[in-house]
């Protein structure tokens, strides 16, 4: 079956950088669009980032708050998906999930249409 196992999450101070890793396995990677997705505490999970599956043209897509701050990046001979997270904040605290769809490109920013999650990873951004 699908398994998307995380790493990288911790404590950070505000204005320092993480990198989180996924490492995807039962699936043909390259099929998949790979995103990554996050939920703070008493909030809905939401979008953060998704790579899209080379067919669809390989592309990276990011929530405005994230641009130019964060960039997610795949290799589809590893199966692993990376997210580079600069200048953290306290706002970007959440628990960061991996998350893998073959839903239409239109729809890639929509937890909902993602069926394969990995368990999370912890990140948090101190002041």
């Known amino acids: 079956q699908v398994q998307l196992a995380e790493s990288g999450g911790g404590l950070v101070e505000a204005g320092g950088s993480l990198r989180l890793s996924c490492e995807a396995s039962?699936?043909?990677?390259?099929?998949?669009?790979m995103a990554w997705f996050r939920q703070a505490p008493g909030k809905d999970r939401e979008f953060v980032a998704v790579?899209?599956?080379?067919?669809?043209?390989?592309?990276?897509y990011y929530t405005e708050s994230v641009k130019g701050r964060f960039s997610i990046s795949r290799d589809n001979t590893k199966k692993t998906v990376h997210l580079q997270m600069n200048a953290l904040t306290t706002e970007d605290t959440a628990v960061y999930y991996c998350a893998a769809s073959q839903a239409a490109l239109s729809a890639i920013r929509r937890p909902e249409t993602y069926f394969n999650w990995g368990q999370g990873t912890q990140v948090t951004g101190s002041s």
């Open positions: 039962g699936l043909t990677f390259r099929n998949y669009h």
């Open positions: 790579s899209s599956r080379p067919g669809s043209g390989g592309n990276a």
